[in-house]
């Protein structure tokens, strides 16, 4: 880790500003005196780092493109995606904790919420005091969150909250949660939950071979009374809780080529020390072939990501080209760490390097926020003009 030399065969540090390297160099230390060192750890005991959320805080990894009246940064999106970038290089888990708190839950208030709604929660989001989750799957409806069962009922000053969402990150400590659910006339609208709230529970779950220093869980919702001014009145829908996708897909396509720039600058170090047959196994056609590749496709996401932020801080990338974005990155980056791996041989199976544990994340990254056979879709959907979903 501390020798780590971040890829940039294409001289793409010269598209990018001050600031953001400045961002880059700050994200980049923190996660390697307080990340890196630890990370191994929690991940083989399956526990979240909490001790982190302060220091995550203070770097304004939390929500860095809400405006500072609120308590962000108001920085660009080129910006935000550097940050994840850096956080991912550490671990996948990590970055997550930092998606959902920027993109899923202080996005949609700052999106769709009241003024009060905003004063009240961005600014103690932004700094980690006050950690959220974001419910949008449920059991039955994962792909699908058109077909959401999770209702409410009006009551009054308060709405009834009924349902349950699984496979919710942060949610096992989150104080508050934003949920997608049906209201009395069946439109899909946004609320905030509290911890604390009757009826409201949050049961976590184990035996995770992925993401094992995040915390995931459910959220049970058994008839929750939850004031009406902890509905987001601004947004009817499901292009509610998919606008909040967008931003964190965002996130994820830069997060994602993290990993893979972690795991190829391991195996090109491995590969120029590691003797075998009389010379370094870097020497070997078949090895160079793997790095080769790997930072072939690095660069090109690279591009692609560093594009997609100039379009998305301009307002102007289309959730289709986000999808492409996102997918790509998964993609090359579960493959990079399947061929880093095997460059380190028996080595790149145990904790001592960081690639094995890039790999088993990368499965939940692949998987989480739309799959890669969705991502696919909604690309042919947008090139095509007909739809696969049904
Ligand atoms: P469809 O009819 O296509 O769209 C409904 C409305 O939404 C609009 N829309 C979007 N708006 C903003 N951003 C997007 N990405 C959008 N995609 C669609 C669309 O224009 C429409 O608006 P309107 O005004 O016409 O109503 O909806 P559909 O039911 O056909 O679904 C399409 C599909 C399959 C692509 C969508 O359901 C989907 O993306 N499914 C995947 C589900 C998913 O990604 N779940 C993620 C859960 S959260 C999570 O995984 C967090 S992990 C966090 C971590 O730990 O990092
Ligand atoms: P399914 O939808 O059942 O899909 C199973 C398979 O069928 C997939 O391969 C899929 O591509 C395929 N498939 C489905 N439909 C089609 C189709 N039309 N055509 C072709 N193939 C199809 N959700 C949240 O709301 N908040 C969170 O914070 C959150 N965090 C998560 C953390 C982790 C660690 C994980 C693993 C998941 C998390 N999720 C979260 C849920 C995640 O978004 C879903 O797992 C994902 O959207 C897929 O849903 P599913 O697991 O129900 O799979």
Redesign the pocket.
Known sequence: QDLYQHPDYYLLDELLTDEHKLIRDSVRAYVKKEISPIIEDYAQKAAFPSQIIKGLGELGCFGPFVPQEYGGAGLDYISYGIMMQELERGDSGIR?TAS?QGS?VMYPIYTYGSEEQKKKYLPKLATGEWMG?????EPDH???PAGMLSNYTDAGDHVILNGS?M????APFADIAVVWARNPEGKIKGLIVERGMEGFTTPETHG?W??RA?A?GELVFDNVKVPKENILPNVEGLKGPLGCLSSARFGIAWGALGCAMDCYDTALRYSQQRIQFGKPIGGFQLTQKKLAEMITEITKGQLLVWRLGVLRSEGRATPEQISMAKRNSCNISIQIAREARQILGGMGITGEYSIMRHMMNLE?VI????????HL?ITGQDVTGFN??K
């Open positions: 997550s959902v899923l989750c974001f419910g949008l799957t994962g792909s699908n969402k496979w919710i990150s942060n995770k992925s993401l995040s995931t939940s998987t989480y926020e739309g799959t890669h056979d969705i879709l696969a979903f």
